[in-house]
């Protein structure tokens, strides 16, 4: 059994040749493909005119951009981390190629055992030494007529057979990450060179024209003072709404609503009764909160730090934007249980100060108050809870030291698991990794075999999201206890604990934990208290129970 789950690529560089022999190059061109991303074509626009009979390109990126600060690149172009998730390395650089997958070892399916477990394997490409070189021949004519609005097709396809073909997967083959010695990364390498084909050739016009569309800025009158969003250097820039800027008075007014118990039935609960500001905004201790009418939710509370770089919400993403989820723990029955016409009556109908009706007026221009506004007042102050300034942030940038057991943890937690080649590390940062601590992405760590909340398949109904979870951004966690999305784990001892011993076999583990042994990385427990010691250093002063903060406290 071989089941192929990721599949994602950066492309650079791409070069075209004429059938005179010359070649026209476009350094400035990149992609990134994906399969779970449904991202697998791209689009070249302005060749000239001309006949062209090669196609070459890297997969990778050059040298020069693999070690530059991406912080700079505009939101959505394909080497910015955010769109492609491909950046989670501290010391800089991108993965090239990631092909992720289960199989079946061949002795145990031999062997008929029952209880064979599939095993994974996650080969990652990156440096700069293993950069890709494809060359594919096409047909491709641009001459004539008509030529400059001519769209064509080129299809050229990876056989995926051909990549693994001589490869055995077993346990040495589970993983790469292409250390110099790694004669299986050299070897990928060169079959993924080799592996590239030309499809059939189709000219079309339709989805070509699609892809190409521009995306549209939102126009209308600016309402409102510009805020300032603050976030690290070292994040990439977040994919802001453009069509709810963020101003001061939204900010103000979403601040103001957050804290406001008339968002419940009854009026005695608000957002922050369970996002408690000095409690790293989840209910404090609680695996579960209880809601108005007594009864207690489903999943523990989720922080609500850098949800700008998010674009799922919950933890099995079912809310596709903030201004939409917004909207839900006000109407959910275990949680405010409201309607939304008693909460824009009750709005109406407040006093206080300032009305809501002025209110509403400086944020958006008009007095009306409407649910769709109290949504995305709501999602401008969520946008501005940033985190970017704890230990470990001003350690990276040369301003503190991580104490030894620290550094220790920092290197646990950002080091391989693969005894054979040697190394013992936690392998967290596959999912945790990068400056957000998290990659966007749902995955199962492996709590149990069945498990009873399904997770991200709620939200799906995809055989292959079951016990799938949102990856928590690790930032702040030591003031979320207790973990995981049913609280189960009351320490972040016990929650470390998890990846060393407790790790569960099923089929939607994630590849980066079924390759390990089972049961876990099994690391002794200096090691384990490494790590959380590590994970203490992502703590933002600011936000510990206690500490003054002026960008989280309530509005007066
Ligand atoms: C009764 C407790 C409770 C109340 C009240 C509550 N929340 Fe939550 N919040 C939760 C729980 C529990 C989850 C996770 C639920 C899930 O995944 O199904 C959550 C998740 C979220 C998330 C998702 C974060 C992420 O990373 O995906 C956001 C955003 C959020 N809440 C904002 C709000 C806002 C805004 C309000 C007020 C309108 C609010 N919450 C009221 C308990 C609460
Ligand atoms: C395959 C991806 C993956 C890997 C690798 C991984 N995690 Fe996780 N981690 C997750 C997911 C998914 C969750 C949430 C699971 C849930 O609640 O169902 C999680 C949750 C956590 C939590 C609880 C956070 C919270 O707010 O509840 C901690 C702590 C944690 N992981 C630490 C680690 C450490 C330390 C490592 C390395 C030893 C690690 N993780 C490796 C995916 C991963």
Redo the contacts with the bound molecule.
């Keep these: 059994m071989l089941a192929i789950t990721r599949l994602d690529l950066l492309l650079s560089g791409l070069a075209v040749r004429r059938t005179d022999g010359t070649w026209l190059e476009k350094n400035d061109w990149f992609a990134y493909l994906s399969g779970r991303a449904g991202r697998t074509n791209f689009v070249l626009r302005g060749l000239p005119p001309g006949d062209y009979d090669r196609l070459q390109f890297n997969i990778g990126v050059p040298p020069d951009l693999n070690h530059a600060a991406p912080a700079k690149l505009e939101e959505r172009h394909p080497l910015n981390p955010m769109v492609n998730g491909m950046h989670w390395n501290w010391q800089g650089g991108y993965v090239f190629l990631a092909l992720e997958g289960r199989f079946t070892p061949l002795a145990s399916a031999t062997a008929g055992s029952q209880n064979q477990s599939a095993s994974g394997f996650s080969w990652h490409l990156a440096t700069d030494r293993l950069l890709m070189n494809v060359e594919v021949p096409v047909t491709l004519a641009l001459s004539g007529e008509r030529a400059a609005d001519r769209r064509t097709t080129l299809r050229v396809a990876l056989e995926l057979a051909q990549v693994f073909d001589g490869i055995i997967l077993d346990d040495e083959t589970s993983s790469t990450h292409s250390r110099p010695e790694d004669r299986l990364a050299d070897k990928l390498r060169q079959r993924v060179e080799q592996a590239f084909l030309p499809g059939q050739r189709a000219d079309t016009a339709g989805p070509v024209e699609k892809l190409v569309t521009p995306l549209t800025a939102q126009s209308g009158p600016v309402v409102g003072t510009p805020y300032r969003f603050t976030m690290s250097a070292a994040f990439p820039k977040p994919a802001l709404p453009r069509d709810n800027p963020l101003t001061m008075e939204g900010v103000a007014l979403g601040r103001r609503l957050f804290n406001d118990p008339l968002l419940s039935r009854g009026g005695k609960q608000s957002c922050a009764s369970c996002h408690q500001m000095q409690a790293g905004t989840v209910d404090a201790g609680k695996a579960f909160s209880v809601g108005v009418d007594g009864q207690p939710g489903k999943r523990?509370a989720m922080?609500l730090y850098n949800l700008a770089w998010k674009s799922e919400f919950f933890?099995d993403g079912r809310a596709k934007s903030l201004r939409q989820q917004a909207l839900m723990p006000i109407q959910d029955e275990l949680e405010m249980h409201e309607t939304l016409a008693n909460v824009v009556g009750k709005l109406k109908a407040a006093g206080g100060a300032e009305s809501y009706h002025e209110v509403f007026a400086w944020a958006f221009g008009s007095s009306d108050i409407t649910a769709e506004r109290v949504g995305l007042a709501l999602e401008q102050f969520l946008l501005t809870l940033t985190s970017h300034d704890a230990k470990f942030d001003r350690v990276m940038r040369r301003e503190a030291l991580f104490t030894a057991e620290e550094q220790r943890g920092f290197e646990l937690?950002h080091t391989e698991h693969d005894p054979r080649r040697g190394l013992f590390g936690?392998?967290?940062f596959?999912?945790?990794g990068g400056p957000l601590f998290q990659n966007v992405a749902?995955?199962?760590?492996g709590?149990d075999h069945e498990p009873r909340d399904l997770?991200r398949y709620l939200a799906t109904g995809r055989e292959g999201d079951r016990g799938k979870?949102?990856?928590?951004s690790?930032r702040n966690?030591e003031l979320?206890a207790p973990?995981?999305?049913d609280g189960r784990f009351a320490t972040?001892e016990e929650?470390?604990f998890h990846?060393v011993r407790g790790v569960r076999h099923s089929p939607t583990l994630?590849p980066?934990?079924a390759k390990h042994p089972p049961g876990g990385?099994r690391l002794p427990p200096e090691d384990v208290r490494a790590?959380v010691a590590f994970?203490r250093t992502l703590t933002e002063e600011s936000l510990r129970p206690g500490a003054r903060n002026v960008a989280l406290a309530p509005s007066p």
């Design positions: 523990n922080p933890w937690f936690a392998d967290c596959h999912c945790h749902f995955a199962n760590n709590l997770g979870f949102a990856v928590p690790l966690v979320t973990y995981m999305h972040l929650a470390v990846y994630d980066n934990l990385v790590l994970l």
